[in-house]
DNA sequence: CCATGGTTTGACCATATGGTCAAAGAGACG
DNA sequence: CGTCTCTTTGACCATATGGTCAAACCATGG
């Protein structure tokens, strides 16, 4: 698979510091272009390397978008695994949406690399959507489920719960231009979302008392 | 602007016929490839097309593109336009959730279309966002501050509710491959998600009787 | 200071792509 | 049928793009 700088040798400095540099300016490039829209040579443009330089340490420029796939996918689902089954229902499950809409806050670029990969239909991420995510996700729904029958959470379906979670935060990160062009340039949406985020699950999932 | 058939004559039924043929098929490339990652001659596969024909019909590649965007911005507005401020609160909001729904199920492309341009930084309608999209959301959004003001349902943030509807209802035509991977290929998730966004909503914005 | 192996690049190639054009092909209509 | 306009296309062009390669370059350890 990977022919480039095969050997069994460690890296250099160097290979390290231009590998990261790399990826940083790919991570630019693809996630506002799509990875069709995106040319290697931007790419080098950015990361102040040429062309041929790049293809040095990455055989082709499918290989600098899957490295940055497969970085992304267990850093995206790290919140999730987070959620703990042995603690407090509703404050779990606010702590799950204030680490995500955080993750859209520090990392609106792989956000947006990941929705341009799913919007197109997943075609490079299929696998991990179904080895890792999938798993996860059935998991995690199982220990809501479990807080719904418990009466500790008021009942909803758990997985478009989830689907909720992931769609309001994301947006942030996503739609980010027309968030701005709606709330202005220079305002800073996130503290109110947070505030409405946290309002919003509060209400749905605080259990009513008949 | 546009160039060909430029005469101030009426339209052929050959024009009107191809011109809407076009259209659909580059509605149905341009929404899963985004536009730098779509081709003339994808567009005119699809709409068994010779790729000169296509051309001779529009313009170039964005004038095909920008046909389609500036139609949509309209039929994409037409749910909040009918939010009537004259309704009652909590109804006239689960109803727009409700039709904003129901076009991510019946216009999945043009969500995606949407999508992918925002995304991308909005390049060809920013224009759109603040000529159209910007007055609706500001006029819309007083409405709801005095209905929160009259005490009709509960206080929360106008801008980051009309967000959290957009977010909710487009995810099902944006991520459409993630949910049904998660979901299972042929369940349908919109009867859920239908009734998962009506509890999420009502509860949210249900007056709390002190 | 030289040799060795990692690093960089200019020149190059094949293919893809947006777009043009002249000429050939329908359609409508007197 | 003949003519005039609208439609379609094969051939073509300039440019962009992913990728290759041999040759030059540089860092470093002996």
Redesign the interface.
């Known amino acids: 698979m990977t022919k480039t700088l095969g050997k069994t040798r460690d890296k250099t400095r160097i290979q390290r510091k231009n590998t990261a540099t790399i990826l940083e300016a790919a991570l630019d490039v693809f996630s506002?272009?799509?990875?069709?829209?995106s040319t290697v040579d931007q790419i080098g443009n950015a990361a102040g390397l040429s062309k041929p330089n790049l293809l040095y340490y990455f055989s082709s420029k499918e290989a600098i978008h899957n490295a940055l796939l497969s970085g992304l996918m267990d850093t995206w689902l790290d919140p999730l695994r987070a959620l703990d089954a042995q603690g407090d229902p509703l404050p779990e499950i606010l702590n799950y949406v204030c680490r995500k809409l955080k993750m859209s806050r520090e990392f609106p670029r792989e956000s947006?690399l990941f929705?341009?990969e799913?919007?197109?239909?997943?075609p490079r991420i299929?696998g991990a959507?179904?080895a890792e995510?999938?798993p996860l996700?059935d998991e995690k729904c199982a220990v809501i489920a479990g807080w719904i029958a418990a009466g500790k959470i008021?009942p909803?379906?758990p997985?478009?719960?989830?689907?909720?979670i992931?769609?309001?935060t994301?947006?942030?990160a996503?739609?980010d231009?027309?968030?701005h062009?709606?709330?202005g340039q220079d305002t800073d949406?996130y503290p109110?979302?947070e505030?409405?985020l946290e309002?919003?699950f509060t209400?749905?999932l605080t259990p009513q008392t008949i």
């Open positions: 506002t272009h799509g990875f069709r829209g947006r929705a341009n799913i919007i197109q239909g997943a299929m959507l179904d995510l999938r996700v008021a909803v379906h997985y478009h719960l989830m689907f909720s992931w769609s309001l994301q947006h942030y996503d739609f231009v027309q968030v062009r709606i709330l949406p109110e979302a505030v409405y309002t919003l209400r749905m």
